[in-house]
């Protein structure tokens, strides 16, 4: 299957060379300009924009970072060392 996505233009400098009039001035971008979709047609990813999935991903990070404690641990160890989850066969 082919998916064909409509790309806004690039322009290609080959040979060019870009220089500022100011040569003391760092030029970091090269000339290269930023595409507004990705080649399967999806925005890139924008920080600065809240969202529902935002909230979640925050909320799963902090109960993680909350739950990264000695005790915390040593107790889902004891929970899962007994191994009476369920009873399998050495093949399952």
């Known amino acids: ?3 064909v996505i409509e790309q806004p233009p690039f322009e290609i400098q080959a040979e060019e060379n870009i ?3 100011n040569e003391k001035e760092l030029v970091l971008d090269g000339g290269f300009a930023v595409p507004e979709t ?3 047609g999806h925005n890139f990813r924008d920080y ?11 909320t799963f ?14 107790k889902m160890r004891e929970e899962y060392a007994k ?3 369920a009873e399998m066969s050495i093949w399952e």
């Open 1 to 3: 299957m082919t998916i």
């Open 19 to 21: 220089y500022n009039e």
């Open 38 to 40: 990705s080649a399967f």
């Open 48 to 58: 600065n924009v809240e969202s529902s999935r935002q909230e979640e991903v925050e």
């Open 61 to 74: 990070y902090r109960i993680n970072h909350l739950n990264q404690t000695y005790d915390y641990v040593r």
């Open 83 to 85: 191994l009476d989850k």
